[in-house]
């Protein structure tokens, strides 16, 4: 028997930076993904990484940015980590084959996105930058002698003995359930968009990790903090909704109501580059008035700069020359998460989380565009270093104790309807803008279909619990910051508007 070795559950730019910083420091790992490795949010990045390597930047003016885009929330160190470690993780990125796009002198070309004050955002493909870097990632871990892939294996539970985690119950593709023995397991399991009726979030972005983590004893924090991209394409019943980066609105692109008013600019001076949550809410306002639309008709060299977009659009027979495109805001990122120290430790001995899983509080209450790609590359360096330096490669494998194991019992199939209610009343109650009474009819609405759903129906289970845990933390705050917004509890600059 082999001494158990860290498992790493997710395969998106997170989980995959963790598995390679552990192999390159001689370790093995174990990699599980419930679906293929390239079924990520990473994988689906459009504009890019923000990084503080162009001409007079520096990581004092993106930590400053960071800091200003999280509302007063974030932790000054962890920024401080993010944006001068960030450039280093680049360089690695680059000398381990990743490509990014430079201009006609060779360099690296940057982008701008909203509240960043200089161009900052590198790019690959175009708006194909996911796809880029986790195609890079993917030949690393895949060729790596120390690292085991397991695709098509879904966490069901983390194990703990004696309050400390031992492993990872997993469901296999055909249908087996088993104990996995892990001497660490780091949670790299992304997001919780797939609550929610409208997301730009893939379908594997259920929340597990939040769920398996609670259930474990791990803590949560900051999860009501949730961001809303304000230009998701509205195409109604199409799940998740296709993003339109903000890149776009960064070459130009502006908002405009049905009767072609701008009216990004009656709710920031920055107009279509204000912080994302100031944006959304003003499509939404825009959006019940009867409509927002994105123009981009004036960018000429959309298709070559959006290849991706543009690739999306055709599929849907829209044009960007020719047409203005409908847009809703969407669920979009987790601020919050597995309460995590700057190495990705929980509260649980030897249960660590990275990524958008986590919650190392460098977002505070909102996320500066493009700063979720970084966050994973260092941040998951630190964890693999960390774990790296742990003691235990000796251990001798114990024995796992008797856990009860989840298996596939179809139930989850038949609780469509219950899912559909849950996301409904996410997006109505939960959403962009929050009430008491909001909050309060989604817990008691939470609560019926709790009571409705079978213990055996456990993925529906779990996203109910992690829907409640949303909801509860939302009504305990009672003030607007960030991604939150409380219409009882205005931000103090509109109540003094008010009064
Ligand atoms: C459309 C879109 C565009 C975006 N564009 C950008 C951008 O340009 N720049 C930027 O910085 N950020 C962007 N983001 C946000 C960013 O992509 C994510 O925050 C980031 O990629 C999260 O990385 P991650 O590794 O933490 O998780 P993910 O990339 O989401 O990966 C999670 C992994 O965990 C696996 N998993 C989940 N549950 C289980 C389970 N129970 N068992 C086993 N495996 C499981 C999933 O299958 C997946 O492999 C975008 C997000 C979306 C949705």
Not at 64 to 88: C, F, K, N, Y
Not at 149 to 160: D, G, Q, R, S
Not at 175 to 184: D, N, T
Not at 286 to 293: L, V
Request: with cysteine; net charge negative.
């Amino acid at each position: 028997m082999n001494p158990p070795r860290p498992v790493i559950v997710g395969t998106g730019i997170a989980g995959l930076w963790t598995a390679w910083r552990l192999a390159s420091e001689g370790r093995r790992t174990v990699v599980l993904t419930k679906e293929t490795l390239a079924d990520s949010a990473s994988a689906w990045a459009q504009g890019g990484i923000a990084v503080a390597l162009g001409p007079g930047d520096s990581p004092s003016q993106h930590a400053a940015d960071t800091m200003a885009a999280s509302d007063g929330l974030a932790d000054p160190e962890a920024v401080r980590i993010l944006t001068s470690e960030g450039p280093g993780r680049i360089y690695e990125l680059l000398a381990l084959g990743a490509r990014f796009d430079r201009g006609p002198d060779g360099r690296l070309g940057f982008g701008l996105e909203a509240a960043h004050t200089r161009p900052r955002i590198i790019h690959s493909g175009g708006d194909r930058t996911g796809a880029a870097l986790i195609g890079c990632l993917a030949q690393v871990v895949r060729s790596h002698p120390l690292i085991e892939l397991m695709e098509h294996t879904e966490v069901t539970a983390v194990l703990v003995s004696d309050a400390r985690t031992v492993g990872v119950a997993v469901l296999r593709e055909d249908g087996v359930s088993r104990p996995i023995a892990a001497s660490a397991v780091v949670l790299a399991t992304g997001g919780v968009g797939q609550l929610y009726a409208v997301t730009t979030n893939p379908r594997v972005a259920t929340a597990d990790g939040w769920a398996v983590a609670h259930r474990a004893g791990a803590e949560l924090r900051d999860i009501e903090f949730l961001q809303f991209h304000p230009t998701a394409l509205k195409l109604p019943g199409i799940n998740p909704a296709p993003l339109i980066s903000e890149a776009v609105r960064g070459a130009g692109a502006v908002l405009v109501d049905r009767d072609g008013h701008r009216f990004a600019l009656d709710a920031d001076p920055r107009g279509e580059l204000a912080p994302r949550d100031v944006v959304a809410r003003a499509v939404a306002v825009a959006d019940a008035a009867g409509g927002a639309w994105l123009d981009a008709r004036d960018i000429e060299d959309f298709a070559t700069r959006f290849p991706g977009i543009t690739a999306i659009l055709a599929e849907h027979g829209i044009d960007p020359l020719r047409d203005a495109l409908p847009v809703a805001p969407a669920l979009h990122y987790a601020m919050g998460g597995v309460r995590t120290d700057l190495e990705g430790r929980s509260n649980l001995p030897g249960l660590w989380a990275v990524g958008e899983v986590a919650s190392t509080g460098v977002h505070g209450a909102n996320r500066l565009a493009s700063n979720s790609l970084l966050e994973g590359l260092v941040f998951a360096d630190r964890a693999g270093h960390a774990l790296a330096a742990e003691p235990g490669r000796g251990d001798s494998p114990r024995p796992l104790p008797d856990f009860p194991l989840q298996e596939e019992t179809g139930a989850d199939a038949q609780c469509d309807g219950i899912r559909r209610t849950m996301r409904e009343i996410m997006t109505g109650c939960v959403g962009i803008q929050r009430t008491e009474a909001s909050l309060l009819h989604a817990e008691q609405e939470l609560a019926r279909l709790t009571r409705e759903t079978p213990s055996s129906a456990w993925r529906t289970r779990n996203q109910l619990l992690v829907a409640t845990l949303i909801t509860e933390a939302a009504r305990r705050r009672r003030e607007s910051r960030g991604g939150h917004r409380r219409l009882d509890y205005p931000p103090a600059a509109l109540r003094r508007e008010t009064a």
